[in-house]
């Protein structure tokens, strides 16, 4: 199994110019925990998360006055579309990383996250009911 097989294809990403307070009210969804930053061409340039936001207010930074460029982390994590699944997690627990960008030429096609790995392999023996 490769990243390709279970990447969220439906990603959501910021651009550099994006505000703290938007990136906050983003990750405060409960869908997030971190976003990707792209440029304008779709190229990954960094990752922003929920510690990235913590440390500009505990440096005494407004997030109405940060966006993501300023805060977030550089040098991002990224695998191809074609790396196993094993090599994935890994860079998870080799950085302690949540979510990894997934990239073709550099330019941002998925996210696989923790969860995403485990639902991959994990059949659950729960059932939904809906009841009038």
Avoid: W
Avoid at 15 to 26: E, H, M, Q, S
Avoid at 92 to 108: A, C, E, G, S, Y
């Amino acid at each position: 199994m490769v990243a390709k097989d279970i990447m969220n294809k439906i990603v959501t990403a910021a651009k550099r110019k994006t505000i703290g307070r938007d990136l906050a009210i983003k990750l405060l969804s409960g869908m997030y925990s971190g976003l990707p930053v792209v440029d304008d061409k779709g190229k990954v340039v960094g990752v922003v998360s929920e510690f990235d936001l913590l440390k500009a207010i505990r440096d005494g930074k407004a997030l109405e006055q940060v966006n993501a460029e300023d805060i977030m982390s550089k040098n991002p994590i990224c695998v191809s579309e074609n790396t196993p699944v094993k090599e994935v997690i890994d860079l998870m627990m080799k950085h302690n990383i949540i979510r990894v960008p997934v990239v073709r030429n550099d330019n941002l096609v998925g996210v696989i996250s923790r969860c995403d790995i485990l639902s991959s392999i994990v059949e659950p023996e729960f059932v939904t009911v809906f009841a009038d």
